[in-house]
Structures are given as structure tokens and as C-alpha cells.
């Protein structure tokens, strides 16, 4: 399974560098889950605003110890400590958009609960 993690700011250089941002906290919160950086346009030379968590067997395991509340304090604390918002969906489908920090969690599980 994956989720694709949008970072939403006033501008696509703004939305890139909180990219960076939120996959290093993720990394540290969560690093039993692998992420990789995608273009929101293939022309684009930077990375692009947009992460993908992918959730191996081992990351379910983890996660479900503790329903996604690891990666989703990483999310929520970006949010508090910039100015963005976030787009979350799995395999493609959006979920939920722009996202407020007490949100984050709730959509998480309800996420992982329908994916499973």
C-alpha cells in the first residue's frame, strides 16, 4: 500500500522545501517506512511536493502496534511549525485535503482501516 503525502504551500519551490522538511521528521518518527519523492510535473528540476510512504509488511506490523500515531505526529508537526497544508490518500485516491494538525491522526487510521 501506498500513501501519497501532498505538501500544499503558497508556492512550488515553498511546497518542495516543506517536502524535504516533513520526509526528514517522518524519517525520524517513522523509520521503519519507506519514502520517495515525487514530481508533481516531470519537467520539473526540483523533487517536487509530493511523498510516498509506502507501507511494506513490516511497516503494517509497526504501525498497527500503534495505529499510524508515529507518522502522523511527523505530519502534524510540520503543520503546526509551517505554513501548509496537506493532501493524504492511498493508492492514488485523495482522502483528505488540506489538513489541520488534529486531523491528521484520525485520517490516518480511517485510511489504514480501509486499505487493509
Given at each position: 500500500?501506498?500513501?501519497?503525502?501532498?505538501?500544499?504551500?503558497?508556492?512550488?519551490?515553498?511546497?518542495?522545501?516543506?517536502?524535504?522538511?516533513?520526509?526528514?521528521?517522518?524519517?525520524?518518527?517513522?523509520?521503519?517506512?519507506?519514502?520517495?519523492?515525487?514530481?508533481?510535473?516531470?519537467s520539473?528540476?526540483?523533487?517536487?511536493?509530493?511523498?510516498?510512504?509506502?507501507?511494506?509488511?513490516?511497516?503494517?506490523?509497526?504501525?498497527?502496534?500503534?495505529?499510524?500515531?508515529?507518522?502522523?505526529?511527523?505530519?502534524a508537526?510540520?503543520?503546526?511549525?509551517?505554513?501548509?497544508?496537506?493532501?493524504?490518500?492511498?493508492?492514488?485516491?485523495?482522502?483528505?485535503?488540506?489538513?489541520?494538525?488534529?486531523?491528521?491522526?484520525?485520517?490516518?487510521?480511517?485510511?489504514?482501516?480501509?486499505?487493509?
Open positions: 500500500m501506498e500513501l501519497e503525502l501532498h505538501v500544499n504551500a503558497e508556492s512550488h519551490r515553498k511546497s518542495s522545501k516543506l517536502a524535504d522538511e516533513l520526509l526528514g521528521m517522518l524519517k525520524s518518527y517513522a523509520p521503519w517506512i519507506e519514502f520517495t519523492r515525487k514530481r508533481v510535473n516531470e520539473d528540476m526540483e523533487l517536487g511536493a509530493i511523498l510516498i510512504a509506502i507501507l511494506s509488511a513490516k511497516s503494517v506490523v509497526e504501525l498497527a502496534k500503534d495505529p499510524a500515531k508515529e507518522l502522523a505526529k511527523g505530519i508537526h510540520l503543520l503546526e511549525k509551517r505554513r501548509a497544508t496537506i493532501t493524504i490518500g492511498a493508492d492514488g485516491e485523495i482522502l483528505a485535503e488540506n489538513l489541520r494538525p488534529e486531523d491528521v491522526l484520525p485520517v490516518l487510521r480511517l485510511i489504514l482501516a480501509k486499505n487493509k
